[in-house]
């Protein structure tokens, strides 16, 4: 790893799927967190859960969501989600954990 690199334990990439409507919302609550910092943006969502669609939805095949992806070491990760079943429970949140082999800047500041 070269000096810019920050990987120097093991860390996730925590992303979590929601409806933009709930996103002001739980970007307001990480922001209050005193985490690191996050990235988000908008997309669409694939799936087979028709109950879940809007008729319009059903008939693109799609939904809009907003993912927020937050690189965060192991405890971390588990406490966000644990909060986050906590305070937005009834919230349509998907999440997803995926390793981080390494992360850094590609230049020196």
Do not use: C
Not at 37 to 60: M, Y
Not at 70 to 93: G, T
Request: hydrophobic residues 35%; glycine residues 6%.
């Amino acid at each position: 790893m070269s000096a810019t690199e920050t990987n120097t334990q093991p860390h996730t990439l925590l992303t979590l799927s929601l409806p933009p409507r709930q996103a002001d919302v739980v970007t307001d609550w990480l922001l209050q967190q005193g985490l690191p910092g996050f990235s988000s943006w908008t997309g669409w969502g694939h799936s087979n859960r028709l109950d879940q669609l809007s008729i319009s939805e059903q008939i693109q095949g799609k939904q809009n969501r907003t993912f927020i992806s937050l690189h965060l070491s192991e405890p971390q990760y588990q406490a966000v989600l644990e909060n986050l079943r906590q305070r937005f429970s009834s919230f349509d949140i998907h999440y997803w954990v995926q390793a981080l082999l390494a992360s850094g800047r590609l230049t020196q500041r």
